[in-house]
């Protein structure tokens, strides 16, 4: 069984800065996906960004990225110039390639940018 | 339409009642994800539709959970004699394929309080 933990329940940082939410995993399986998703009081989870186990590259999307490190099963997102509008819940999340098509969530941590 | 559809937004039942909730996914969106999300955690699995057909039921916590879809479109989640344990957002998605080749999209939820 896949499990995502996500240590840090809370965090806030001041407008502009850069944030860094942390995200492990444990699994045997060698090809996955890994996700982040944001989830603002609308409750829409929306997709941040995705990696593939497969790729040695971290993936970005505009000013957010990730640290993958695959040996250490760890998958930390970077929110660089941190704007209002990101205050929101964030997931880290996994799913096995051709596999069950479930995705395994993480907890999630509050993150709040303040003014 | 222009997003996934859920409805009610909100539901409020009391304890031993029967309740459905709906979700209209994406048109041509041939798979479709019901998740719980409780209070303080991420997201759980309940079910997975490919077309009409659900090869992956294992997430239904109970035999009081059960879900259907027609025409490879509309999809309710039922819930009979409605616990406290219960009271949770339910959330839908659905994606063009299988949501590893696709983009998930998720609706806004439906959350249900069990007085």
């Known amino acids: 069984a896949q499990t995502v933990t996500q240590s840090q329940p809370e965090m806030s940082v001041q407008e502009a800065e850069t944030v860094t939410l942390s995200c492990t995993y444990d699994?045997?399986?060698?090809?996955?996906?890994l996700f982040w998703y944001k989830q603002p009081p609308s409750r829409q989870m929306i997709l941040v960004i995705r990696?593939?186990?497969?790729?040695?590259q971290n993936a970005t999307e505009n000013r957010f990225s990730v640290n993958f490190q695959k040996a250490a099963k760890s998958f930390s997102l970077k929110i660089s110039d941190s704007q209002l509008g990101d205050t929101a819940m964030y997931f880290c999340?996994?799913?096995?390639?051709?596999?069950?098509?479930?995705?395994?969530f993480g907890t999630g941590t509050r993150l709040t940018i303040i003014p | 339409g222009a997003g996934v559809s859920q409805s009610p937004s909100n539901k409020v039942t009391e304890k031993g009642k029967d309740v459905e909730l709906r979700c209209d996914p994406i048109?041509?969106?041939?798979?479709l994800y019901w998740y719980r999300q409780s209070l303080g955690q991420g997201l759980e699995f309940l079910i997975y539709?490919?077309?009409?057909?659900?090869?992956?039921k294992s997430g239904l916590p109970s035999d009081r959970f059960s879900a259907e879809r027609t025409g490879g479109s509309v999809s309710t989640l039922t819930i009979q004699r409605t616990q406290q344990e219960d009271s949770a957002v339910y959330l839908c998605?659905?994606?063009?394929?299988?949501?590893?080749?696709?983009?998930?999209?998720f609706g806004s939820g439906t959350q249900l309080s069990v007085l």
């Open positions: 998605a659905s994606s063009l394929d299988r949501a590893t080749n696709e983009k998930l999209f």
């Open positions: 999340a996994f799913m096995i390639i051709f596999g069950n098509e479930k995705l395994t």
């Open positions: 699994t045997s399986e060698n090809n996955y996906y």
């Open positions: 048109s041509g969106h041939t798979a």
């Open positions: 990696q593939e186990a497969y790729k040695q």
């Open positions: 539709f490919q077309g009409n057909s659900a090869p992956d």
